[in-house]
Protein backbone atom coordinates (compact mmCIF):
# COMPACT_ATOMS: atom_id res chain seq x y z
CA UNK A 1 0.00 0.00 0.00
CA UNK A 2 2.34 2.60 1.12
CA UNK A 3 4.76 1.58 -2.14
CA UNK A 4 1.67 2.11 -4.81
CA UNK A 5 1.56 5.75 -2.96
CA UNK A 6 4.87 6.22 -3.33
CA UNK A 7 4.46 6.08 -7.35
CA UNK A 8 0.97 7.62 -7.24
CA UNK A 9 3.30 10.36 -5.58
CA UNK A 10 5.55 10.02 -8.48
CA UNK A 11 3.52 9.83 -11.14
CA UNK A 12 1.77 13.11 -10.50
CA UNK A 13 5.18 14.59 -10.09
CA UNK A 14 6.19 13.88 -13.46
CA UNK A 15 2.82 14.83 -14.50
CA UNK A 16 3.21 17.85 -13.25
CA UNK A 17 6.84 18.62 -14.50
CA UNK A 18 5.42 17.46 -18.08
CA UNK A 19 2.77 19.83 -17.92
CA UNK A 20 5.42 22.61 -16.93
CA UNK A 21 7.87 21.27 -19.89
CA UNK A 22 5.22 21.81 -21.58
CA UNK A 23 3.64 24.95 -21.03
CA UNK A 24 7.94 26.13 -21.17
CA UNK A 25 8.00 24.98 -24.58
CA UNK A 26 4.84 26.51 -25.68
CA UNK A 27 6.15 29.90 -24.49
CA UNK A 28 9.42 29.97 -25.30
CA UNK A 29 8.83 29.14 -28.85
CA UNK A 30 5.91 32.06 -28.88
CA UNK A 31 8.85 34.30 -27.68
CA UNK A 32 11.07 32.70 -30.63
CA UNK A 33 8.28 33.81 -33.17
CA UNK A 34 7.59 36.78 -32.05
CA UNK A 35 11.43 37.71 -31.79
CA UNK A 36 11.78 36.34 -35.17
CA UNK A 37 8.69 38.89 -36.30
CA UNK A 38 10.64 41.47 -34.33
CA UNK A 39 13.86 41.16 -36.45
CA UNK A 40 12.59 40.62 -39.93
CA UNK A 41 10.45 43.50 -39.79
CA UNK A 42 13.81 45.58 -38.47
CA UNK A 43 14.61 47.94 -40.97
CA UNK A 44 17.70 46.99 -43.17
CA UNK A 45 20.45 49.29 -42.59
CA UNK A 46 22.44 50.61 -45.46
CA UNK A 47 25.63 50.21 -44.52
CA UNK A 48 28.40 47.64 -45.77
CA UNK A 49 26.15 44.53 -43.48
CA UNK A 50 22.49 46.14 -44.85
CA UNK A 51 21.42 42.81 -45.89
CA UNK A 52 21.39 42.23 -42.12
CA UNK A 53 18.57 43.47 -39.31
CA UNK A 54 20.28 45.78 -36.97
CA UNK A 55 19.64 43.41 -34.10
CA UNK A 56 21.86 40.79 -35.98
CA UNK A 57 24.65 42.71 -36.67
CA UNK A 58 24.78 44.14 -33.34
CA UNK A 59 24.97 40.45 -32.40
CA UNK A 60 27.08 39.91 -34.62
CA UNK A 61 29.66 42.35 -33.72
CA UNK A 62 29.55 41.56 -29.91
CA UNK A 63 29.16 37.89 -30.21
CA UNK A 64 30.60 36.06 -33.03
CA UNK A 65 31.05 32.96 -30.99
CA UNK A 66 26.82 32.42 -31.16
CA UNK A 67 27.00 33.77 -35.10
CA UNK A 68 29.21 31.23 -35.63
CA UNK A 69 26.81 28.06 -34.42
CA UNK A 70 24.06 29.36 -36.00
CA UNK A 71 24.44 31.10 -39.07
CA UNK A 72 27.00 28.73 -41.27
CA UNK A 73 28.01 31.28 -43.97
CA UNK A 74 29.40 33.26 -41.66
CA UNK A 75 31.36 30.75 -39.09
CA UNK A 76 34.80 31.38 -37.95
CA UNK A 77 37.67 29.44 -38.80
CA UNK A 78 39.84 27.86 -36.09
CA UNK A 79 43.24 30.70 -35.90
CA UNK A 80 46.32 29.50 -33.95
CA UNK A 81 49.60 30.99 -32.09
CA UNK A 82 52.08 32.72 -34.42
CA UNK A 83 54.56 30.18 -33.19
CA UNK A 84 52.70 27.37 -35.05
CA UNK A 85 53.15 29.04 -38.42
CA UNK A 86 55.17 27.66 -41.11
CA UNK A 87 58.40 29.19 -41.48
CA UNK A 88 58.79 28.08 -44.98
CA UNK A 89 55.42 28.64 -46.41
CA UNK A 90 54.87 26.76 -50.00
CA UNK A 91 54.59 28.47 -53.16
CA UNK A 92 51.87 26.69 -55.60
CA UNK A 93 50.49 28.13 -58.57
CA UNK A 94 51.86 30.78 -60.68
CA UNK A 95 48.93 31.73 -63.45
CA UNK A 96 48.77 35.65 -63.68
CA UNK A 97 52.48 36.06 -62.11
CA UNK A 98 54.27 35.90 -65.37
CA UNK A 99 54.40 38.91 -66.95
CA UNK A 100 58.25 40.29 -67.21
CA UNK A 101 57.65 43.77 -66.93
CA UNK A 102 55.34 43.71 -63.85
CA UNK A 103 56.80 46.17 -61.30
CA UNK A 104 55.29 45.75 -57.80
CA UNK A 105 56.88 49.42 -56.62
CA UNK A 106 54.76 50.96 -59.51
CA UNK A 107 51.23 48.91 -58.66
CA UNK A 108 48.42 50.33 -57.87
CA UNK A 109 45.18 48.65 -56.73
CA UNK A 110 42.45 49.19 -59.77
CA UNK A 111 39.02 49.31 -58.17
CA UNK A 112 36.12 49.54 -59.75
CA UNK A 113 33.32 51.18 -59.08
CA UNK A 114 29.55 51.68 -59.71
CA UNK A 115 28.53 54.25 -62.35
CA UNK A 116 31.55 53.13 -64.38
CA UNK A 117 33.90 54.77 -61.86
CA UNK A 118 37.30 53.48 -61.09
CA UNK A 119 40.00 54.82 -58.62
CA UNK A 120 44.13 53.68 -58.00
CA UNK A 121 44.58 52.72 -54.81
CA UNK A 122 48.57 53.00 -53.27
CA UNK A 123 49.82 49.93 -51.22
CA UNK A 124 50.44 52.74 -48.74
CA UNK A 125 46.84 54.01 -48.44
CA UNK A 126 46.36 50.78 -47.75
CA UNK A 127 49.07 49.94 -44.89
CA UNK A 128 46.99 52.93 -43.55
CA UNK A 129 44.08 50.99 -42.16
CA UNK A 130 43.96 48.78 -39.68
CA UNK A 131 45.72 46.00 -39.95
CA UNK A 132 44.57 42.38 -39.52
CA UNK A 133 46.42 39.21 -38.67
CA UNK A 134 45.40 35.89 -39.23
CA UNK A 135 47.39 32.31 -38.87
CA UNK A 136 44.94 29.46 -39.80
CA UNK A 137 45.01 26.22 -41.54
CA UNK A 138 45.48 27.22 -45.55
CA UNK A 139 43.70 24.51 -47.24
CA UNK A 140 44.55 23.55 -51.70
CA UNK A 141 41.91 21.49 -53.12
CA UNK A 142 45.22 19.14 -54.13
CA UNK A 143 45.29 17.68 -50.74
CA UNK A 144 48.13 19.75 -48.87
CA UNK A 145 47.28 22.04 -46.17
CA UNK A 146 49.99 24.14 -44.12
CA UNK A 147 49.49 26.59 -40.75
CA UNK A 148 50.37 29.66 -42.53
CA UNK A 149 50.39 33.86 -41.17
CA UNK A 150 49.11 36.72 -42.90
CA UNK A 151 48.37 40.14 -42.66
CA UNK A 152 46.72 42.85 -44.40
CA UNK A 153 43.07 45.27 -44.60
CA UNK A 154 39.96 43.20 -43.60
CA UNK A 155 38.18 42.96 -47.30
CA UNK A 156 35.25 44.61 -44.87
CA UNK A 157 37.24 47.64 -43.39
CA UNK A 158 38.77 48.20 -46.73
CA UNK A 159 34.79 48.72 -48.27
CA UNK A 160 34.05 50.68 -45.61
CA UNK A 161 36.98 53.01 -45.65
CA UNK A 162 36.19 53.46 -49.41
CA UNK A 163 32.61 54.29 -49.30
CA UNK A 164 31.63 51.08 -51.62
CA UNK A 165 28.40 50.79 -49.30
CA UNK A 166 26.22 50.04 -53.11
CA UNK A 167 28.92 47.94 -54.56
CA UNK A 168 28.77 46.05 -51.75
CA UNK A 169 25.53 45.61 -51.34
CA UNK A 170 25.93 43.20 -54.66
CA UNK A 171 25.89 39.57 -54.80
CA UNK A 172 29.98 39.31 -56.02
CA UNK A 173 32.88 40.04 -55.79
CA UNK A 174 35.85 39.64 -58.85
CA UNK A 175 39.16 40.06 -58.73
CA UNK A 176 41.96 39.63 -61.40
CA UNK A 177 45.85 39.56 -61.77
CA UNK A 178 47.12 42.68 -63.88
CA UNK A 179 47.34 40.57 -66.85
CA UNK A 180 43.87 39.19 -66.01
CA UNK A 181 45.09 35.91 -66.24
CA UNK A 182 43.89 34.35 -63.01
CA UNK A 183 41.02 35.65 -61.76
CA UNK A 184 38.75 34.89 -59.25
CA UNK A 185 34.87 35.31 -58.29
CA UNK A 186 33.62 35.75 -54.68
CA UNK A 187 30.17 35.70 -53.03
CA UNK A 188 29.51 38.75 -50.91
CA UNK A 189 28.84 36.97 -47.63
CA UNK A 190 32.02 35.24 -48.34
CA UNK A 191 34.01 38.16 -49.24
CA UNK A 192 32.92 40.65 -46.40
CA UNK A 193 33.24 37.76 -43.86
CA UNK A 194 35.32 38.79 -40.74
CA UNK A 195 38.56 36.98 -41.97
CA UNK A 196 38.62 37.78 -45.49
CA UNK A 197 41.78 40.16 -45.67
CA UNK A 198 43.38 42.31 -48.67
CA UNK A 199 46.94 40.54 -47.41
CA UNK A 200 50.39 42.64 -47.70
CA UNK A 201 52.18 40.38 -45.00
CA UNK A 202 53.61 37.06 -44.33
CA UNK A 203 54.99 36.22 -41.50
CA UNK A 204 55.13 39.98 -40.30
CA UNK A 205 57.36 41.13 -43.03
CA UNK A 206 56.10 42.39 -46.82
CA UNK A 207 54.91 39.85 -48.91
CA UNK A 208 57.40 38.37 -51.34
CA UNK A 209 57.24 37.91 -55.34
CA UNK A 210 56.14 34.24 -55.03
CA UNK A 211 53.31 34.63 -52.50
CA UNK A 212 52.40 37.00 -54.34
CA UNK A 213 54.04 40.74 -53.70
CA UNK A 214 52.67 43.37 -52.94
CA UNK A 215 48.83 42.65 -52.74
CA UNK A 216 46.88 39.46 -52.68
CA UNK A 217 43.49 37.79 -51.09
CA UNK A 218 43.40 35.87 -47.80
CA UNK A 219 39.67 34.07 -47.81
CA UNK A 220 40.32 31.33 -45.05
CA UNK A 221 36.44 29.99 -45.74
CA UNK A 222 37.66 28.87 -48.96
CA UNK A 223 40.02 26.63 -50.14
CA UNK A 224 43.33 28.16 -51.99
CA UNK A 225 42.22 28.30 -55.41
CA UNK A 226 40.40 31.16 -54.32
CA UNK A 227 43.35 33.37 -52.53
CA UNK A 228 44.35 35.47 -55.30
CA UNK A 229 47.71 36.28 -55.71
CA UNK A 230 48.68 39.84 -57.02
CA UNK A 231 45.87 41.16 -57.14
CA UNK A 232 45.51 44.15 -60.20
CA UNK A 233 41.64 44.56 -60.02
CA UNK A 234 38.58 44.63 -57.97
CA UNK A 235 35.56 45.19 -59.14
CA UNK A 236 31.49 44.25 -58.19
CA UNK A 237 28.80 42.14 -59.61
CA UNK A 238 25.52 41.14 -59.41
CA UNK A 239 26.04 38.23 -61.75
CA UNK A 240 28.78 35.79 -61.21
CA UNK A 241 32.36 36.80 -62.12
CA UNK A 242 34.29 34.74 -63.91
CA UNK A 243 36.40 32.22 -61.88
CA UNK A 244 39.89 30.14 -63.44
CA UNK A 245 39.38 27.04 -61.77
CA UNK A 246 35.18 27.57 -61.95
CA UNK A 247 35.59 27.46 -65.47
CA UNK A 248 38.14 24.24 -65.47
CA UNK A 249 35.27 22.29 -63.33
CA UNK A 250 35.72 23.00 -59.67
CA UNK A 251 32.73 24.03 -57.41
CA UNK A 252 32.35 28.10 -57.81
CA UNK A 253 31.52 28.02 -54.03
CA UNK A 254 34.50 25.91 -53.21
CA UNK A 255 34.60 26.28 -49.40
CA UNK A 256 34.97 24.41 -46.06
N1 LIG B 1 47.48 34.60 -59.40
C1 LIG B 1 47.35 33.35 -58.91
N2 LIG B 1 46.83 33.21 -57.69
C2 LIG B 1 46.67 31.96 -57.17
C3 LIG B 1 47.04 30.81 -57.92
C4 LIG B 1 47.58 31.01 -59.22
O1 LIG B 1 47.93 30.07 -59.96
N3 LIG B 1 47.72 32.30 -59.67
N4 LIG B 1 46.88 29.55 -57.39
C5 LIG B 1 45.94 29.40 -56.24
C6 LIG B 1 46.12 28.16 -55.53
S1 LIG B 1 45.51 26.75 -56.27
C7 LIG B 1 46.66 28.09 -54.27
S2 LIG B 1 46.68 26.67 -53.39
C8 LIG B 1 47.25 29.29 -53.64
C9 LIG B 1 48.68 29.03 -53.21
O2 LIG B 1 49.22 30.14 -52.56
P1 LIG B 1 50.75 30.12 -52.13
O3 LIG B 1 51.57 30.02 -53.37
O4 LIG B 1 50.98 31.37 -51.36
O5 LIG B 1 50.94 28.89 -51.28
O6 LIG B 1 47.23 30.43 -54.50
C10 LIG B 1 46.07 30.56 -55.26
N5 LIG B 1 46.15 31.83 -55.94
MO1 LIG C 1 45.45 25.18 -54.63
Known amino acids: MKEIKIEEKEVSKYTRRSWLAFVNLFVLSGAGIAGWRGLSTQPLDGGILGGIPTPLRKGLETNEKLFRSTFNNLKLIK ?76 FVDFCNHFGLNKEAQMQYVGMCTPDQEYYVGIDRESALHPQTILAYEMNGKP ?50
Request: proline share 5%; hydrophobic share 35%.
Open 79 to 154: EYPKSEAAKKVRVNGAVGLEEASFEPTQWTLDLQKADNKSQSITLVELKKLPKTEIIYNFKCIEGWSQISWWGGVR
Open 207 to 256: LIAEHDAPLRLIIPIKYGVKSLKRIGSIYFDNEKPSDYWAERGYDYYIGH
